[in-house]
Nanobody, 115 residues
Framework: QVQLVESGGGLVQPGGSLRLSCAAS????????MGWYRQAPGKERELVAS???????TYADSVKGRFTISRDNGKNLVYLQMNSLKPEDTAVYYC?????????WGQGTQVTVSS
């Protein structure tokens, strides 16, 4: 059983920064690829960033150069540093991992970018 718990969301002005954290339970965290997704009202959930066990990263085009995903395998944590935030980044952000045959999701954390 894997549990994912996100934190760090909130209200921020355009151009501001936030750092999201995801705490993961489970002894295999260090070998598990992790991802951050987001879902805005009326839109489908989309992949924002992912990181492999050896910290190879990928990003959605919309966040490249602004967001950074990282992980601390010793603490079972994955982070999403979000800089230069825009109103269109407003969404619920979810931590995710896939361990065959199950997709695991956190409960989500709201990020609102507004002046």
């Amino acid at each position: 059983q894997v549990q994912l718990v996100e934190s760090g969301g909130g209200l921020v002005q355009p151009g501001g920064s936030l750092r999201l954290s995801c705490a993961a339970s489970g002894s295999i965290f260090g070998i598990t690829p992790m991802g951050w997704y987001r879902q805005a009202p009326g839109k489908e959930r989309e992949l924002v960033a992912s990181i492999t066990s050896d910290s190879t990263t990928t990003y959605a085009d919309s966040v490249k150069g602004r967001f950074t995903i990282s992980r601390d395998n010793g603490k079972n944590l994955v982070y999403l540093q979000m800089n230069s935030l825009k109103p269109e980044d407003t969404a619920v952000y979810y931590c995710h991992c896939y361990i065959w045959p199950t997709n695991y999701w956190g409960q989500g954390t709201q990020v609102t970018v507004s002046s």
